[in-house]
């Protein structure tokens, strides 16, 4: 199983509303990445998970709550969103690379969830 | 951080080599580069990864240059399926894994 799958594909939501995205993978990785696409931009990421532990955050405001449960489990939980929190965020994984080697590590991306903030 | 420079947009005939460049001139002596392409609204797919000599896979070849400097993607039979917006990404190893996307380049296929 070589899949990333992200829940759900589409979000609307008001400023006020609390809500969570979910993304889960089968393949053993260990890190795990959320990462946020304005339309006709390159993907940013936001936060990286290593042996479920937040290892980066890019300086994402505190309306974004990333959570990781378990090793295969990534929910990204959104509170007092704003309109220009709009766009498509997407999940990724990737084995954890080891002591400082340049382990070959290929992300696998979900298909993302577009989200949509009224 | 190494960071990538890619053309925005490129055309490329149907059936003919697609040779999408990349330069890449601060990049680290263990730091890989990687292709990927993303389809309208879908997720990054990965295409192939390198570090020093030139890969080749089902999909495509890379080939980078001795200096590491920069690198070229080849899609040797463009189809109308290969149109989307290709990414070519250094790896940051100096502080973990994490992957930084440059602008990318929006290829189209024309029939």
């Known amino acids: 199983d070589t899949e990333v799958t992200q829940t759900p594909k589409h979000l609307v939501m008001g400023m006020t509303n609390k809500k969570s995205l979910k993304c889960e993978q089968h393949?053993?990785?260990?890190?795990m990445y959320w990462y946020k696409q304005k339309a006709k931009k390159p993907p940013e990421l936001m936060f990286v998970?290593?042996?479920?532990?937040?290892?980066i955050n890019e300086s994402v405001p505190s309306r974004f709550s990333p959570e990781c449960p378990n090793s295969s489990l990534l929910n990204l939980h959104l509170h007092a969103l704003q309109p220009e929190d709009s766009a498509l965020y997407l999940c990724?994984?990737?084995?954890?690379?080891?002591?400082?080697?340049?382990?070959?590590?290929?992300?696998?991306f979900g298909p993302g969830t577009r989200l949509t903030v009224l | 951080d190494a960071k990538t420079t890619q053309p925005p947009s490129m055309d490329c005939a149907e059936g003919r080599a697609a040779n999408l460049p990349c330069n890449h001139s601060?990049?680290?002596?263990?730091?890989?580069v990687y292709w990927y392409r993303q389809i309208h609204s879908q997720g990054p797919q990965y295409i192939i990864h390198?570090?020093?000599n030139n890969e080749t896979n089902e999909m495509a070849s890379l080939i980078i240059t001795e200096d590491r400097k920069s690198s070229t993607l080849i899609l040797p039979h463009a189809t109308l399926r290969d149109t989307a917006v290709y990414y070519c990404?250094?790896?940051?190893?100096?502080?973990?894994?994490?992957?930084?996307f440059g602008t990318g380049t929006s290829l189209t296929v024309i029939p």
């Open positions: 998970y290593s042996y479920e532990k937040l290892s």
């Open positions: 601060t990049i680290s002596g263990n730091e890989y």
């Open positions: 990404i250094v790896r940051v190893t100096r502080t973990g894994n994490q992957f930084y």
């Open positions: 990724a994984s990737s084995q954890e690379p080891s002591g400082g080697t340049p382990l070959y590590n290929e992300q696998f």
């Open positions: 390198g570090l020093k």
């Open positions: 393949m053993g990785h260990r890190a």
